[in-house]
């Protein structure tokens, strides 16, 4: 019997995204990436935008990400994924273009390419994956990291005295005059994840529509940075980085 | 029909000639000597002419990067800036020579090192045709001497970057880019249309048209392996451009028992010492390599048995003259005259030098 003669397509209730392919992941277990891909998959085969989506990788642990999503990709230069995006979009205005881009790429080495990119009102959308932590090169200070929160370049936690304060990019950036949205999300309930996509595939829409940037920040774990089980981590985020990071829209412009 | 000449600096040549020759894109930051490229352009307005996309970027980082992204999607595209900007550029121009993509990039060169000065120099020979940034990677490198070069090596330039897939540099300095003369800008070249880039550029992101697998552009492998792989075969491309594309000028060496060697601004004044050379009794030839790299070592080492000694004039303290060296490989003396930091000299003054230095 094959597949296709047990699941009818009308009592299919669950499937992996068309745009996800077979390759293993290299996340951790407990990771936020792993849903936040498939959930930019499913809004690009939702919007059946596959045969023109272009995404732009950024260097950290979401540097593979084009190895995850058959869809047509540039890996940049750490933090420059913006710059990069403009130049695709206004090359090609019929595309869909969008950045993924972790805290340590967008909010510190890339913070220049990210306002002004924002700023032009580029019509590109930024997937901004917020976990407080370098990931990718062990666990490491990331200008989002939580005052008193230890890494391995802090490791008596975070002292403002010594390294300033945690960076609110969101909120910077639903400052600017170029941004049409910018919302904080996540991904740690089937609650969220609902309404994440909800608003990842609005940030989309705007993007084609041509009404200027769109930021989607997720709000996220690192259990190997934080050196925390999956369960505790979703736990600590909730008590720790969603009080200094509240969930919500910071602007949506309609 | 009588040609279409026109009077203008040679950095206001590139932004005409870039917009005759369909170029896509052009991503920049002001510095001085260069300006009038991005001012041209933007007073030019060519997207309401052939949809050519201009962009004051917020940094040369973010004009770079806008270049490999542009690059990356199949597009003509191009940057320019000066020695300090170039410097920021490296990053991005090693990725793009990495990703093996095609792109233009102008520096008009000026005093160093550091902020240095806003006066012509070409201290930049060995960031440009030694590597730049990091990783064993070569610059396609044309070395203009003219304005009339400064138009045509936008053609030229792009022309080689797409055949080889690798970025092309106009290496220029101040002098070049700010001197006004005659010139004769190239003909009008459509843009090529979305199906004409899939068809020329079949690895270009274009979204996944009618299905085909995922276009990735990166420089990124992690399997050792693999990444030497890929060193080898941009080296075997490397080889191929320094057999097949050295470019270069000869004036009066048939019969010369000296050569001048020197490129762009310093080989203008060059032709003036061989003109009072002569008038003096000395025969004295200059050789000027178009191509900085690859450079023209074979015909430079060919002159190593007919010469009793070459000069490399250079606006510098001396750098391509270790390239003359290896190409005559001990076989004729080779000395250096240069003057630093935005002075350039006067022809007198290399005369004196090829006498006190080689006679």
């Known amino acids: 019997m094959e597949l296709n003669d047990i699941i009818k397509p009308e009592n299919l209730v669950y499937e992996k995204p068309r745009l996800m392919n077979e390759n293993p992941m290299h996340y951790c277990p407990g990771c936020s990436h792993g849903v936040i891909h498939k959930l930019i998959a499913e809004v690009i085969a939702d919007m059946g935008l596959e045969d023109k989506t272009i995404g732009i990788s950024p260097v950290g642990c979401a540097v593979f990400a084009y190895n995850y999503l058959d869809i047509d990709w540039i890996e940049a230069a750490h933090g420059r994924a913006p710059a990069i995006a403009s130049a695709v979009k206004r090359l090609n205005p019929e595309k869909m273009v969008f950045t993924y881009q972790g805290d340590g790429d967008l909010a510190a080495i890339g913070t220049a390419e990210t306002i002004h990119a924002a700023n032009r009102g580029e019509n590109i959308v930024i997937v901004f994956v917020n976990n407080a932590i370098y990931g990718m090169t062990g666990g490491q200070m990331a200008p989002t990291t939580l005052e008193g929160m230890p890494t391995a370049t802090c490791p008596y936690g975070r002292n403002i005295a010594l390294n300033g304060y945690p960076l609110k990019i969101g909120d910077l950036l639903a400052q600017l005059e170029g941004t049409c949205l910018v919302t904080r999300q996540s991904v740690q309930t089937a609650a969220a994840v609902r309404k994440a996509k909800k608003m990842l595939r609005k940030a989309f829409e705007n993007a084609m529509a041509g009404k200027g940037t769109s930021v989607v920040e997720f709000v996220s774990t690192c259990s190997s940075g934080w050196k925390m089980t999956p369960e505790k981590a979703n736990k600590w985020m909730e008590e720790n980085m969603f009080p200094f990071y509240p969930l919500g829209d910071l602007k949506n412009v309609e | ?112 090192p550091g902020l240095g000065t806003i006066q012509p120099s070409q201290a930049d020979y060995f960031q440009t045709v030694k590597g730049g940034g990091h990783g064993d990677y070569r610059l396609i490198t044309l070395a203009p001497s003219s304005v009339q070069e400064m138009a045509d090596f936008v053609g030229l330039g792009f022309d080689l970057a797409f055949k080889y897939n690798n970025p092309a540099i106009i290496l220029a300095d101040g002098i070049i880019g700010q001197m006004m003369e005659k010139v004769v800008l190239p003909p009008f070249h459509a843009r090529r249309t979305e199906e004409e880039i899939i068809a020329q550029c079949p690895w270009a992101v274009q979204g996944r048209k009618g299905g085909r697998k995922s276009n990735i552009i990166t420089s990124l492998e992690l399997d050792p392996a693999k990444m030497e792989e890929n060193n080898i075969r941009f080296q075997a491309k490397y080889r191929k451009i320094e057999e097949n594309e050295v470019r270069h000028e000869e004036f009066q060496c048939e019969d010369a028992d000296y050569l001048l060697i020197a490129f762009g601004s310093s080989a203008r004044i060059c032709q003036k010492v061989v003109e009072i050379a002569r008038s003096e009794g000395i025969k004295l030839g200059l050789l000027r390599p178009i191509t900085l790299w690859p450079f023209p070592t074979k015909v430079i080492a060919a002159y190593a048995d007919k010469v009793k000694g070459m000069l490399s004039v250079e606006l510098n303290a001396g750098q391509m003259v270790e390239d003359v060296r290896l190409a005559v490989n001990g076989k004729v003396r080779v000395e250096h005259f240069g003057r630093l930091g935005g002075i350039v000299f006067t022809p007198d003054e290399v005369l004196d030098a090829l006498k006190e230095k080689l006679f």
Not at chain 2, 48 to 71: D, H
Not at chain 2, 77 to 90: F, I, R, Y
């Open chain 2, 1 to 112: 029909m009588a040609e279409d000449i026109k009077l203008m600096k040679g950095n206001e040549a590139i932004a005409h000639a870039a917009i005759r020759y369909g170029v896509d894109g052009y991503f920049g930051y002001p510095i001085t000597p260069q300006s009038e490229i991005l001012e041209t352009l933007m007073a030019e307005m060519p997207w309401e002419k052939t949809g050519m996309v201009v962009l004051q970027a917020e940094s040369e980082v973010a004009a770079i990067n806008m270049v490999y992204g542009g690059a990356g999607s199949g597009k003509k595209v191009m940057t320019s800036s000066s020695s300090p900007g170039v410097s920021l550029k490296q990053e991005g121009i090693s990725y793009i020579a990495g990703a093996e993509l095609p792109c233009l990039i102008v520096n008009v060169m000026r005093g160093g």
